[in-house]
């Protein structure tokens, strides 16, 4: 069996939402300090609907894989949906990962949580 599945390998080929949105409602950054590996998400909301999410990831392919399916699941999506996101939620959908490669995923799940941790705090001002 090939190590990774042809969503992983199409996804990092040609990933969705890479980019800036430059009047993000939320940003999230996180990174693991293992491999040094960088993720970055934007969110822009309105109505308590993601109406628009883009990704900067500095990292591995399935770090890369597991940022654009994020987007994609939550994309159009209530916020309170995004919120629930797992990174089993992601590997599933990538048609899974190795075991060793499961933390990427989490990496995405972390971001999405910073960015919306980002937009609850933006809105409490
Ligand atoms: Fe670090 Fe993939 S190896 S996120």
Redesign the pocket.
């Known amino acids: 069996m090939a190590l990774y599945s042809e969503k992983v390998m199409d996804h990092f080929r040609n990933p969705r939402n890479v980019g800036v949105i430059e009047d993000a409602d939320g940003v999230g950054e996180v990174g693991?300090a293992k491999?040094g590996?960088i993720m970055k998400m934007y969110l822009k909301i309105e109505d308590g609907i993601v109406k628009d999410v883009k990704f900067e990831t500095f990292?591995?392919g399935?770090?890369i894989a597991s940022s654009s399916m994020a987007t994609e699941l939550i994309k159009g999506k209530p916020v309170e949906e995004a919120r629930q996101l797992t990174n089993q939620a992601v590997a599933e959908a990538l048609d899974g990962l190795p075991d060793y490669?499961m933390?990427?995923s989490v990496?995405a799940q972390e971001a999405i949580e910073a960015a919306l941790k980002d937009y609850e705090s933006k809105k409490e001002e």
Do not use: V, W, Y
Request: hydrophobic content about 20%; overall charge neutral; some cysteine.
């Open positions: 693991n491999c590996d990292g591995c399935s770090a490669k933390h990427c990496l």
